[in-house]
């Protein structure tokens, strides 16, 4: 049975320009989840695109690719759809916080509004590894988020171009712990 994000939703698109907050999407969950990955808060381009990981550098979408098998070309309606059917849920740490720029460094700490990640977690049990896309979101959950439930997090590089010290196939053998997490929670 399909789920969809139901309460989890953001303010209408029209509102998003005229507001000094960055907010954040609804997730992309269905169906039974294993894995959910949250990033810190959308950038500008992914904002005006309405769609996680806009921007043309970030490799988020070619790892997905190479990882889970979801063509990183495709419509991003399509991608959402790969997405559940990977068993995999995206979101953010951030509900909304202000961050002039898409620099997670600019996020000024006291504004941060943080998702319900353990409502996520109650609407979708299945879900047993968390992975946290760059140090920012990692920072952030570790600040905000206390789980109300035993779930395996990892630390994960970025996929940001702003993270371009790391090459691709370093983030992407590091990333691929999330396949050996999996299997060793099966």
């Known amino acids: 049975m399909m789920k969809d994000a139901g309460p989890f939703q953001s303010l ?22 294993d894995i959910l990955i949250l990033g810190s808060l959308p950038g500008i381009a992914s904002i005006r ?12 979408w070619r790892m997905m690719q190479a990882l889970f098998g979801i063509e990183a070309l495709a419509p991003y309606f399509d991608r959402c759809e ?5 068993g ?3 979101w953010d740490v951030c509900h909304s916080a202000h961050r002039p720029g898409s620099l997670d460094s600019a996020i000024t700490p006291h504004t941060v509004v943080a998702n319900d990640i353990n409502g996520l977690l109650a609407a979708y049990p299945s879900i047993q590894v968390i992975g946290l896309n760059g140090s920012a979101a990692a920072k952030l959950f570790k600040k905000h988020i206390r789980l109300e439930r035993a779930v395996h ?22 990333w691929s712990a ?7 929670a099966a």
């Open 49 to 60: 695109q309405q769609q996680y990981y806009a921007h043309p550098q970030n490799s988020f």
């Open 153 to 174: 997090t990892l630390a994960l590089p970025s996929t940001s171009p702003a993270h371009a010290a790391m090459p691709y196939a370093k983030k992407l053998e590091r």
């Open 82 to 86: 790969q997405v559940k059917a990977a």
């Open 178 to 184: 999330l396949l050996n997490s999996m299997n060793d």
């Open 88 to 90: 995999l849920a995206i």
């Open 12 to 33: 209408p698109d029209l509102l998003l320009p005229s507001l000094p907050h960055a907010f954040g999407f609804p997730p992309i969950a269905g169906g039974e989840p």
